[in-house]
């Protein structure tokens, strides 16, 4: 059903003016349509594909071309990249830079991008740390972090706890987290509860002392992800099972707490989802089997119904109006 259709049956009805009715569609018709998301995401591929190229190019031609000059090609990259972004910064600030240059943010990620592609160039070519994988994680991680609070750049901080993810031997990405870590290693379970519940805190501290608040949102999702995680893995696994319930529930309790707070519906499915899949695993874990079995017959019907009644009102839950 269009606008226009729309403004018709109101009119028709009269709940509006035929006049009022004229106004509303004529400035349908002429307002500004935004294109900011558009070419936003056409600028995070421009730099994907950039690097991808760049990256290809250099694999086929690497005979011809020579080490010396790639090396020196990317650095001299990332040294015009940080020039350009160094130039037009804004002052230090706690809370959002509104920058007058709209590139800087691509940008510095396009810097960063290219310091990973050089630091592994090279580990891989000359084996520069050695053995020492570590320094090579850490190094770029504290840049990072950084730049991230720096420049007021939330994808380069996405970038900066991947690395502390990834120098403390796990995946912390949302769509990953579940495929790319072994969690039967022993003490896996336990850094990613500490390293979630860490995070956390932090998003925690930097919304309540403002501290770059509108960081906290990305420290929750990573955090979150990485130590429900966890905690359903040590429920699944490891004993005792229910320190990793409790630890489970209340992250997920705080989780749906900060979803009202912040009427943020990702936090709400987080919290509700792992919280479920917690609830269940430990009624058919802990309940004794005379309950157990009298449970098992209602259980789903009435987690059902529940899933049902959290659908048609989670705008209430959320303190959004309809």
């Known amino acids: 059903m269009t ?5 018709e049956k109101i009119v028709q009805k009269g709940i509006l003016p035929e006049e009022q009715a004229l106004l ?15 070419l936003r995401a056409i600028l995070y591929l421009g730099i994907t594909l ?52 709209q590139f800087s943010e691509y940008v510095l990620i396009l810097a960063c991008t290219l310091f990973l592609t050089l630091e592994g160039y090279l580990q891989y070519q000359y084996q520069f740390f050695g ?15 950084f730049c991230a609070y720096r420049f007021d ?22 769509l990953s987290v579940l495929e790319k870590n072994d969690f039967s290693a022993p003490g896996i379970i336990v850094t990613g509860i500490v390293l979630g519940i860490l995070l956390i805190v932090i998003g925690w501290l930097s919304d309540t002392r403002s501290i770059k608040g509108h960081f906290g949102f990305t420290y929750f999702l990573f955090g979150g992800n990485l130590a429900a995680v966890s905690g359903l893995a040590g429920l699944f696994k ?8 409790l630890v489970t529930a209340a992250l997920c309790l705080f989780l749906i707490r900060t979803a009202r707070k ?3 519906l990702i936090f709400l499915l987080m919290g509700v989802i792992y919280g479920y899949i917690a609830l269940t695993y430990g009624a058919f874990v802990f309940l004794p089997d005379s309950v157990l079995a009298a449970l098992s017959i209602f259980y789903f019907l009435f987690t059902s119904l529940g899933v049902l009644f959290f659908l048609l009102n989670i705008k209430k839950i959320l303190g959004l109006k309809k």
């Open 3 to 7: 606008a226009k259709s729309i403004l």
């Open 153 to 174: 750049n939330r994808a380069v901080l996405s970038m900066a706890i991947t690395g502390l993810a990834s120098w403390l031997g796990l995946t912390i990405s949302p």
């Open 238 to 245: 490891n004993e005792p099972k229910i320190i990793y319930f």
């Open 262 to 264: 912040n009427q943020s």
């Open 24 to 38: 509303i569609a004529d400035y349908e018709r002429t307002k500004s349509f935004s294109i900011h998301r558009e």
């Open 50 to 101: 950039l690097t991808t190229g760049l990256g290809i190019l250099i694999y086929k031609n690497i005979d011809t071309i020579g080490h010396q000059a790639i090396i020196t090609l990317i650095a001299a990259s990332i040294v015009a990249c940080s020039y350009y972004v160094f130039k037009y910064r804004q002052p230090f600030s706690r809370g959002i830079i509104n920058s007058t240059d």
């Open 131 to 145: 053995s020492r994988y570590g320094i090579a994680i850490f190094i770029p991680t504290v840049i990072f972090f």
